[in-house]
């Protein structure tokens, strides 16, 4: 298996788990074991509230943090492949050993995870900042897959693999 996560933190606010990277890429394995995905790149952006509202109004129309999006590649039309990062004012993090080189197959897509409004969920669910951050990430990555939750039955679909997936890295409620 060859999928490959390339992440960076653009926030500042929120000081992240030291053992973050090897979670985020044992959730990315995971995920890709269940759904017997062999090669892709997943890129992933942990921002703060404000860069995520400003995408979430303009790709959604929603003028609000929310806490997950997903860019799925396969989806995008022309207009979505204008998003500009750049903008996003970059803090230095990137993990260098979850950089992912061209040879690692497509870009399945983009996952931004708001880690402010993570920690405020975390908080309210009761449960710590690396599992929610964890349900976000494989969340995301599941959207970036086709999965959806439009109606009841997607729904849970997409959430009992959701926590299969979570469960299997440890990342219990």
Request: proline fraction near 3%; glycine fraction near 6%; charged fraction near 30%.
């Amino acid at each position: 298996m060859n999928v490959k996560l390339d992440w960076t933190n653009e926030q500042e606010q929120v000081s992240l788990p030291s053992e973050l990277g090897q979670l985020l890429d044992k959730l990315l394995q995971s995920t890709a074991s269940e759904e017997e995905l062999d090669t892709g790149i997943v890129s992933l952006t942990l921002v703060d509230n404000t860069a995520i509202q400003e995408l979430n109004r303009e790709y959604r129309g929603i003028d609000r943090p929310t806490d997950v999006l997903s860019f799925a590649m396969t989806e995008m039309t022309e207009d979505d492949l204008s998003i500009n990062y750049d903008e996003l004012e970059p803090v230095e993090q990137a993990d260098p050993i979850h950089d992912a080189s061209d040879d690692d197959g497509e870009l399945l897509g983009d996952i931004l995870i708001s880690v402010p409004k993570a920690l405020e969920q975390s908080e309210e669910y009761g449960h710590s900042l690396e599992r929610e951050l964890g349900f976000l990430f494989v969340h995301g990555m599941l959207h970036l897959l086709g999965y959806d939750h439009g109606d009841a039955q997607e729904e849970k679909r997409m959430f009992d693999k959701q926590e299969r997936i979570l469960q299997l890295a440890g990342l219990v409620r």
